[in-house]
């Protein structure tokens, strides 16, 4: 499992470093590279299967909207009263 998570490790590294990608290539690289991230995570807190898949399934949400809001440049602002509105990170 070490071999295969280490294996996952350097591939996600070596995607991410690309240079031009367009929007959708982005999202899919952070999708991966944050399930890389839940099952290297899992697998240093020794965790059981069922707890293993909520990582890597969590850390490919978290990777994917990560490179998706830095492809668009867009954030999501709380108004305070329950609600966001969606303009461009400061």
Not at 16 to 21: E, F, I, R, V
């Amino acid at each position: 499992m070490k071999k295969f998570t280490a294996v996952i490790a350097v591939t996600a590294a070596l995607a991410l470093s690309a240079c031009t990608m367009s929007a959708n290539e982005r999202t899919v690289l952070g999708g991966l590279g944050g399930a890389a991230a839940g099952l290297i995570t899992a697998d240093l807190l020794r965790a059981n299967a069922n707890w293993t898949i909520l990582a890597v399934l969590g850390g490919a949400a978290a990777g994917a909207l990560v490179a998706r809001n830095t492809a668009t440049n867009e954030c999501a602002y709380a108004r305070g009263d329950g609600t966001y509105r969606v303009a461009r990170c400061r």
